[in-house]
């Protein structure tokens, strides 16, 4: 009996700390792009998939809204909107970099399951955005 309660509180422990993964409404998307976060250690997932944060001022996922800003002033609280965006490929990540870098919005997909990693981080595979 005790091994049942153990395995249960250790499961729920587990779960807790992972990353959520929520289902998108519609209207969810990022603006005003602000540019790639740049972390070297964080380009390549553990499995090899290459992945990007890309900061934004405003993002709205599932009707709440997320500013962020770039963080150059020491004195201020530093705020995120941003989405680790995920891809298949090197090359495919240097393409849609541009894109996203001259788009005015990136809108996720309505229906599509992506991560929500807390502090107005989400990640998301670059089959579930739309670049315009």
């Given at each position: 009996?005790?091994?049942?309660?153990?395995?249960?509180?250790?499961?729920?422990?587990?779960?807790?700390?992972?990353?959520?993964?929520?289902?998108?409404?519609?209207?969810?998307?990022?603006?005003d792009?602000?540019?790639?976060?740049?972390?070297?250690?964080?380009?390549?997932?553990?499995?090899?998939?290459?992945?990007?944060?890309?900061?934004?001022?405003?993002?709205?996922?599932?009707?709440?809204?997320?500013?962020?800003?770039?963080?150059?002033?020491?004195?201020?609280?530093?705020?995120?909107?941003?989405?680790?965006?995920?891809?298949?490929?090197?090359?495919?990540?240097?393409?849609?970099?541009e894109?996203?870098?001259?788009?005015?919005?990136?809108?996720?997909?309505?229906?599509?399951?992506?991560?929500?990693e807390?502090?107005?981080?989400?990640?998301?595979?670059?089959?579930?955005?739309?670049?315009?």
């Amino acid at each position: 009996m005790k091994k049942l309660f153990l395995g249960i509180f250790l499961v729920i422990g587990i779960l807790s700390f992972g990353k959520q993964r929520i289902t998108v409404k519609s209207k969810s998307y990022c603006t005003d792009y602000l540019g790639a976060a740049g972390y070297d250690n964080e380009s390549i997932t553990g499995d090899g998939t290459p992945g990007e944060y890309y900061m934004f001022k405003k993002c709205v996922i599932n009707g709440r809204t997320y500013y962020g800003d770039d963080a150059t002033d020491s004195d201020k609280e530093y705020h995120r909107a941003a989405l680790r965006i995920y891809y298949n490929s090197d090359l495919q990540k240097e393409y849609f970099s541009e894109l996203i870098d001259n788009a005015e919005r990136v809108y996720i997909k309505t229906g599509v399951t992506i991560e929500d990693e807390g502090g107005g981080n989400f990640g998301v595979n670059v089959k579930k955005i739309i670049v315009k």
